[in-house]
């Protein structure tokens, strides 16, 4: 039989979702179901002075209106952080209450502060409308960089300040920039976005009287962790009378990984009334009340020799949090960014300190890449300025500093255990003409137009996992993940998965998998995910972590399932067990043609008898059925890695780039289906390339979000994009049985600095901040003309 | 309220509905259409799209009883005999879909645009999607896909 | 979307007479409809005027094209005519928003809208158009009054849009890279006698722009108005373009319309 790990499988999935039988959240409608509305804060900052319900609970429809008061009766719990990080002092981080509706205070614009449940969508809306709240408005605090001197948000939280955070040895550094021929530094905005899934986020939260059961359908990304979550902290129903569900999802990119305010009061005001209640969020509401990602400033520096070589790093971070820390709100600026801080290179000493600040904004939490792309835009844009004032190329400079051998003990925190930086960097020359860009320049100048070329070497720490490491550093949760593989007795497989897939293909690659390891067709294999109800408990999917962690699980718990197939054929065939073999679905006694095929065995193990004879084909101390479950904690991250390479060309009349061409050469180890592969990389890239070149949200001092629509939030369209021209070199994970390391954001990582890096080499090293937007790029153009006028 | 009528993927519906109704609506909630998508409330993702008598447009923003009597042609509709659309097979094929949420939206506007131009170019293909928004591919992929398509159609 | 009226009118005069000050024609619905939707709107009455035929359609003559006010973008685009008449007619209409927004969306409609960054407006401005309602004829650089605000009295339907063909034309739209609408839109037209320098969303409401017109009529070429520094004091400015920006685009565009041309 031909291994399926590694061809172009189709997915099994497209034809529900190709013929509209896709069943998302939105589309469930239950008996008897009421509507909700959430009442939400105007107000970026205020105090609730006083909320009257008496003309909205009068309107017509209305079931019932609850408040942040009731919340607190029922003590219903907030919204929490599921990662405790440490100041430098020695000092716990400071985190503010988050209920689900607020009582007293609000502090973004979006803030809940009342549900309405009515018959109707529109009753609901309608006397949402009539539900005064009398708002003391306050000064809110909105910029990333001065928050510290803002106003206090959350009382006891001086300075805005959760935690101050450091990794790495001040000293050290110092010592390293001692030595310095040349300092490199660098100040950097990592612009916030938000994330923009294309489903929206919705609900629908069921109650059953006489189970006393509780069921969420939810748009989540992994509604084990979310269960978990409401039920210990949110006290909304113990687990075993909670049932998540997270049906198709529409795409989450991080956005999905939160439990929301609304998860958390539907469910609780569900069994309240006694009856279901629906809510699907409008965009608008998305765009508000969504985590957002990002936004960090920066100043980060790198000392260097004259020749080239890295001696030391620095990087002083504020990043910021929002209204309140969310579950992977403090981990994505503290151990998802610092450890990945110096990039693919050997830098003796480094340290990276981050200031994670509240700001009067919605809650900032892991977008795709998570802190990855943080750090590689801050490493990746010192070493492209490192090589223009160095006068070194780009290429050369970055070859100088990669490590030479693996494993890669890094500075700060990692091991890297494989790779080949210096392949994939002349692969990657190689698929862009590298070496033909000076001609292809000449010929935009001849147009009048500026070009520019940028490059990028990553690597990203994927996989989050292993329990021990991450529980060490704060982490509230063990990062493994879970596998149940269960034959019927008639020889079809189903999976259960702990993870999740909202567009990942995990009911393809996954049943690729487990088709190879039990050599069973792939039609007779089906994963089930997302439902708490279905499998064991599960950490979701985030973090490019479903493939290297939950594959593994997978392939670990058809491992269980042979060994003992073998003892089951042993039985039956009078073999030794020892002398088993298996092989494509085919149980061989050795040296003889002795063999039972996994299907009869799964049989025999749930029949375990024949008529008129008292045999069993179980031996000694195995149970009847087929079925096991593996709990996979890895050893390790795994470290994708790679070099992207852009060009753009500018009209410096009106400051538009255009992206010309964009090279990626990754390294994602062994890779299970390439169609997948290159559609997850596309993806990362055009969110990448979007956050580079489109999207920003803007919020005015108010705290009003300027870009709360697509009508001024830039979404990156089909017309904005050249054709990707994609690559691999392929080193495989050594920590892992299958090899693979990820490949969900690299494309996110790597695509804001190679197209910066192009950019603002166009520019002749002007410094544009991201997205450069055709007026950001049009004044450097116009100051470019005037320094070269001056030079003239 | 009015009576909506309309022919629905070949089969007659007539339903009551208040005039305010959204063709979106009418199809998710009063006909359990729930292929057709809503991404977004200022008619610019395309997640909706639709085919009335022919021509694609944007069901979030027509009313039903504006395309009273029409033919509406949704995702739900495009199989003939169990046996997939050109399109749909060819986004299959060729991974024009992740999350599926954009796709029924996409695979109808870009039947629409192999109606009009038979042979489309790259260009031509990603100007015409400029009403579809997909988060998840970035696109290649369902360039590719139409342009796969239109070799079969 | 709070409930309302629908009414299909059969003709102007039944339009006309169902308006009230809670109504609103309904042509494409693209500004409408989205508009309810976000509560930005209500209106007791819509009043359907698709239905009505003598609103649709294209007729050119050797001095004129005339379209119908309910005749859909992509009606424009297509129409053959048209791109023989003014071809830059048909480009306009071929950019507006996407293909779904121009099988609905109709001259008049976006016209009698007058959003300050419509691309519509600079067209009747530039060929010199004559707004032709079911009162009264309207010159183009009498109807345009202001932001989202026209000469149209309540109930005034437009029934026709009549162009000027001119010697040679060219539009030339900057797009907001989110909405896809102008950010600015210059629509130059060489006329027998002088030069229009029509422009949209760089100031309330579409405008000539007298001083390029002055410069391009006496020479009609882009090196007349290069480096011309416009005054920026009334333009929009906003997170998408500052009023200098936009006023250096102004040029910019008009530039490239007249090398267009
Ligand atoms: C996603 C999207 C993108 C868009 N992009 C662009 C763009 O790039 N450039 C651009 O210019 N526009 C754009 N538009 C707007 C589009 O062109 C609209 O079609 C247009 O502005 C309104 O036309 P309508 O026929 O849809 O009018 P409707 O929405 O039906 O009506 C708009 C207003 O005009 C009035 N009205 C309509 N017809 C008449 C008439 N005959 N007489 C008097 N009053 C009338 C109505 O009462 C209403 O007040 C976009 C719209 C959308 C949804
Ligand atoms: S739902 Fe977004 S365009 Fe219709
Ligand atoms: S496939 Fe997910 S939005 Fe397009």
Redesign the interface.
Known sequence: MASLVGSRV??K????????????T??I?LANQTYAIFVRSPHARASIKKLNIDKALKSSGVVSILTGKEIADDKIGGLIAGWAIRSEDGTEMKCPGNPPLAKDNVNFVGDPVAVVIAESL?EAKEAAEKVEVDYKVLKAVTSTADAMNGDTIHEGIDKNLCFDWLLGDRQKVKDAFDKADKVISIDIINNRLIP?????RACVADYNAASEEITLYTTSQNPHLSRLIMSAFGNVAPEHKLRVVAP????G?GSKINVYNEDIVCSWAAKKINRAIKW?A???ESFLTDIHGRDHVTHAELAVTKDGKFLGFKNETIANLGAYARVFGTVTPTYLFGPCATGVYEIPAAYTNVKAVYTNTAPVDAYRGAGRPEATYTIERLVEKASMELGIDKTELRIKNFPTAFPFKQTLVHTVDSGDYVAGMEKAKQMADYKGFEARRKESEAKGKLRGIGVTSYFEACGIAPSAAVMSLGCGVGLWESAEVRFNPTGQVTVYTGSHS????HQTTFAQIAADELGVPIENIDIVHGDTDKGTFGMGTYGSRSLAVGGIAIVNACKKIVEKGKRVTAKMLEANPEDVEFKDGEFIVSKSNKKKTIGEVAFACYLPGVRDEMKSPLPEGDEPGLKETSFYDPSNFSFPAGTHIAEVEIDP????VKLEKYTACDDFGRIINP??V??Q???????GIGQAL?ENA?YDETGQL??G???????P???N?P??NIGYTCTHATTNPLGVKGCGEA?AIAAPPTVMNAVIDALGGQEVTMPA???KV??ACKNLKKSNAKAA | MGRISLEVNGRKVEKEAPDNTLLSTFL?EHL???????????S??G?CVVHVDGNSLKSCTALAADVNGSKVT???G??TNGK?HPM?EA???L?G????????GM?MSAIDLLQKNKKPS??E???W??G????????????AAVKEAATKM | MK?FNYHSAKDSKEASKLASSSSAFLAGGMTTIPSMK?GLATYKDLIDIKNIKKLSGIKVSGKSVTIGAATKHVEVSNSKDVKKAIPSLSSLAEGIGDPQVRNRGTIGGSIANNDPSADYPSACIALNAIIHTNERKIEANKFFKGMFETALKKGELIEAIEFQIPEKSSYQK?PN???RYAIVGVYVAKHKGDVNVAVTGAKSCVYNDKEMSKALSGNFSSSSIDGMDLDSSEMNSD????AD?RA??VV?QAKKAVDAC
Not at chain 1, 709 to 715: L, Q
Not at chain 2, 132 to 143: A, H, P
Not at chain 3, 239 to 242: F, L, N, P, T
């Open positions: 189709e997915r999935e497209d034809k529900r979702f190709l013929t509209g039988k896709g069943r998302y939105a589309d409608n529109v923009n899934a294309m489903e929206p198709d999802v529409g795409g990119f699907v409008e965009r608008s909202h567009g990942q293909s009349e009106t400051g538009h169609m997948v290159e559609g990389v596309h993806g990362g890239l055009a969110q489109y803007e300027m870009t629509s697509y009508m001024d939030y830039t979404m369209r089909a017309d994009f054709e990707f494309g937007t055709a007026e049009w004044k | 998710r359990q259409l729930t292929g057709t998508h809503i991404g977004c409330d200022t610019q993702c997640a949704t995702i739900e495009l199989e997939m749909q986004f299959k094929k991974h879909l992740q999350c599926g949420f954009c796709t029924p695979v790259d260009v293909i990603r100007d999607l400029e579809n928004i997909c988060r998840c591919t970035g696109y290649q992929n369902i360039v | 409930d976000l900057h890279p989110a909405s997170m998408h373009a500052s920006f250096s685009l910019t």
